[in-house]
């Protein structure tokens, strides 16, 4: 960010240069600015288990504060920062466009756009939020394929060139709307092996891409190279190998039609620092980093959408158990082993699947509570000595969807302790809602990184 507050003054100095309407108007922008700078949440140096204990200390029991047990977040922006530095040296050539839909965190926004990362954008407020940090336009890629009038024009009058396509219509759009924009072909790919298949919904089949180049070239638009995702949650690391053999067809197949390629997007569906078994980040850096080494020569610039890679293990959620209800059974009769097996016990926290916990229906993902703190101590990361029964956790909503985990390993709890879950960065608060009158978690921001100080 440029600081310029130190140009509040310079609008008094000269008046009679500047209509008196226009020097307002810089006036008010600046103060703006500044009021932005000066509303920063602070972020604190601790450690996450600091943080934890830290806030839970501070909680009054006897207090008529209502909303001072609320479930809230810490994020380690330091986690955040190395994940960048490994992106940086796992794939040295491929720079990051981080993807905002999966958490558009303003402080890791700032953060990454400090780095040096550009920003994958969805929608005008998305790119908004990106240009209002001062991100050059350059560092932004409309990767929507199938965008909405108004969002192209804002796009055009902003000077944000780059936008996915995977369809003639949208060609047309463009055509009308942002004549000058430098457009990226999304293809198909096969993302059979993702949790999240979004080719349901985008990527140009192959036996179409011919008819879309002849039709961009047509409308005299400018197509500057290809993108694919091969779709979020992705468990084979060869599906990154086979998406990028498939868009160098795509590159050799424009030259027909007077197209020189030179841009190449390979998407999202990286794997986040918890994942250490299976397909890891350094699996998929290692085939996606030779295969485009080997197809592309160095005048192709290429990029990449991480999301979840960034943010999913730089956030834990800490939640207040706010009921207990007993199941009760017939202790007479002796229990089928498939019964034992059932919970016994049903855990009520205050944020649920209509707030942060909304990844496991959207995400697929598994979230797992832990106890934080019990009976007043605390527990964070520490092996309990007390005996474990199955129960279920459920969050503070009056609908029965509202099941964060079905069968859960925990001692008994009760109403006043803590549970928290770990990895809970993507897909989860950009999401949440305030269904039944139950509000957003807050944040509370920390680095274990000395060096991200340095970039607030």
């Known amino acids: 960010m440029i600081d310029i507050s130190h140009q509040q ?29 000066a509303q920063l949440p602070e972020v604190q140096t601790l450690s996450i288990d600091h943080m934890l204990q830290a806030r839970l200390a501070s909680f009054d029991p006897e ?33 990051p466009f981080f993807a905002m839909k999966c958490n558009p965190d303003p402080m890791v926004m700032r953060l990454l756009a400090s780095l040096g990362a550009g920003f994958d954008c969805a929608s005008k407020n998305e790119i908004q939020s990106v240009l209002e940090m001062g991100v050059n336009p350059s560092r932004i890629i409309y990767a929507n394929p199938c965008k909405q009038n108004s969002f192209v024009k804002y796009a055009y009058q902003n000077k944000v060139r780059m936008m996915t396509f995977d369809n003639a219509e949208e060609l047309h759009k463009i055509k009308r709307f942002h004549p000058e924009a430098q457009l ?64 160098r067809r795509v590159f050799d197949q424009a030259k027909d039609y007077g197209f020189t390629f030179n841009f190449l997007d390979v998407g999202g569906g990286f794997p986040s620092a918890h994942v250490t078994e299976g397909i890891t980040f350094e699996k998929v850096a290692a085939i996606l980093g030779s295969t485009v080494d080997a197809l592309f020569g160095p005048e192709v610039r290429v990029i990449a959408e991480p999301g979840r890679y960034y943010v ?5 959620l800490a939640t207040q158990v706010i009921a207990r209800r007993t199941i009760a059974r017939d202790l007479s009769e002796v229990l089928t082993s498939e019964q034992s097996q059932n919970p016994s016990h049903m855990y009520y926290i205050n944020d649920g699947m209509y707030g942060s916990f909304n990844c496991i229906m959207f995400d697929h993902q598994v979230c797992e509570p832990q106890v934080l703190l019990k009976a007043g101590e ?14 279920s956790v459920w969050g503070p909503t009056c609908d029965s969807i509202d099941c964060i985990s079905p069968k859960a390993s925990l001692p008994l709890m009760e109403a006043g302790d803590w549970l928290y879950f770990e990895n809970m960065g993507a897909y989860t608060i950009t999401a949440a809602s305030q269904f039944n009158g139950f509000r957003k978690s807050e944040i509370l921001y920390t680095t274990t990184e000395q060096e991200v100080s340095l970039h607030f």
């Open 9 to 37: 003054d310079q609008f008094e100095v000269v008046p009679t240069l500047v209509q008196p309407t226009l020097v307002e108007v810089l006036k008010s922008r600046v103060k703006a600015d500044m009021a932005k700078e």
């Open 63 to 95: 207090s008529d504060d209502v909303e001072a047990e609320n479930a809230f977040y810490v994020a380690d922006l330091g986690e955040v920062y190395r994940q960048h530095l490994r992106w940086k040296a796992l794939l040295p050539r491929i720079e």
């Open 378 to 391: 605390y527990a964070y990361q520490q092996e309990t000595m007390d005996p474990l029964g199955l129960a």
């Open 184 to 247: 990226v072909l999304r293809i198909l790919t096969d993302d059979s092996k993702s949790l999240c298949k979004l080719g349901l919904k985008f990527g140009a089949p192959l036996d179409t891409t011919a008819y879309l180049l002849a039709t961009a070239q047509e409308l005299g638009l400018d197509v500057i190279g290809v993108s694919f995702h091969v779709g979020s949650g992705c468990f084979d690391a060869n599906a990154f190998g086979e998406a990028v053999i498939r868009a």
């Open 312 to 316: 999913g293990s730089a956030f834990t």
